[in-house]
């Protein structure tokens, strides 16, 4: 039997790992596993600490794993063809195993290592983990990529009926056999990366993330989900998003608990019907489509990668963003990113991103409608704003998810939609309880002033301790003022191209 090098990247686990169980059913457990930490994963203006500290303590979690299963995990720096060479000549291994990576990055990294390691003689073999569909496989009848999520959604679960097994977890059990040779496995602390660790971050490793699934299945969360996952005051979604971008747990695991709700046990090939055709399970029919938003979006990175960097709708590329006065510009950016900017709902969701390297999904949405359609920021500053802070920083969702927000992705009339921070405020946080644990200049601020403090009288501004402008900003721009000004804008794109 040969000797494998499984490659672990974005696939932290040994649970439903493809590659891994691949490499181990073929060269009877001579397993390397190994992770090479490149200095691209550690520094640059992508780099978030939380994501960092996130890596470090899911791969002590997944060496405790291989440990106890006789192996333990081989930990190089350096750049990745070059330690995955050396550690072939010194095993003996004759080929290398890996998940594949579908961001344009990702795939240039990935063809030209593996370009370097066939040219030394070595076997390299890739599989699909890391998505249930990768982005070649849903086309639409013309044999395009999918640029609007209901059509491609409605193909997912399509295909999904048709294969249903693509989406069973694997149930083999993991062999790995000893490794004999003298090989470095040393996982740098984040004091030794010069990195203060952030004690309020997600917590890593594959044992977390199957605490969390089970937690958010037993909790009732998840058959809660499409009547509680908005409000941000509630422990309502799965917290499985930095999971998810690392790999310590496998859409198909996440897919295999929704449909566990049901009545139903899981799909073969003669029993399988979409869990939205079900109406008494909304909360698993919603769960679902979240990870198929997570695919769509990592297939039109994929099909469309201009769009990493700049608009999806290229029509927008000439759309003017900011003030006109960069100075005013740049103090509006610094107090979006501090939580100074006088909309409390807005101001709570940047410290919590600020704090715990984690946002809700509806403070994602109405933080990135605020500085794109009232602070009228390129979105690219709030993009890679996010990259640098959050745990589950992925780029193809943060990309779609920003470009959504601000008008220039994938969507039919993106521009029209823009949130009103207010209204937000109000339907998805009622009585205020998340926006007073983040602010807490706030806390003593009426429920019927939450929302909009500066409405207060100053009578009632000294009696609770909260003096707009002293204790807490008044708001630095008007939303309606604002609202007008990038309609303007977009129509004006709109009216030059149907001209």
Known sequence: MPTIIHWFRRDLRLTDNTALNAAARESDGAVIPVFVLDDNLLKGRSVAVARVQFLLESLRALDE????RGSRLIVVRGEPAQALLALARATGAEAVYFNR?????????????AEALRAAGLRVETFKDLVIFEPRELLNAAGQPYTVFTPYKKAWLSRLSEQPEVALPARDPLTLRPIAHDLPSHIPTMAELGLTPMPDAPRGGEPEALRLLARFKESGALRAYANQRDYLAIEGTSRLSPHLRFGTISPRQCYAEAVSTLSRPFPNKRSFSPAASDPKKEGADAWISELIWREFYAQVLYHFPHADQGNFRREYDDLRWGSGDPALDEARFAAWCAGRTGYPIVDAAMRQLNQTAWMHNRARMIVASFLTKDLLLDWRLGEAYFMQKLADGDPASNNGGWQ??????????PYFRIFN??????????QGEYIRRWVPELANVPTEYIHEPSKMPPLLQRQVGCVIGRDYPAPIVDHAAQKDEILRRFQAIKAVALA
């Open 101 to 113: 990576d579908y961001t344009p990055l990702a795939r240039r990294r990935d063809e030209r290592i």
């Open 65 to 68: 794993g291989l440990r106890a």
């Open 404 to 413: 959504w927000a601000a008008g220039t992705g994938t969507d039919a009339q």
């Open 421 to 430: 921070p207010r209204l937000q405020s109000e339907r998805f946080d009622p």
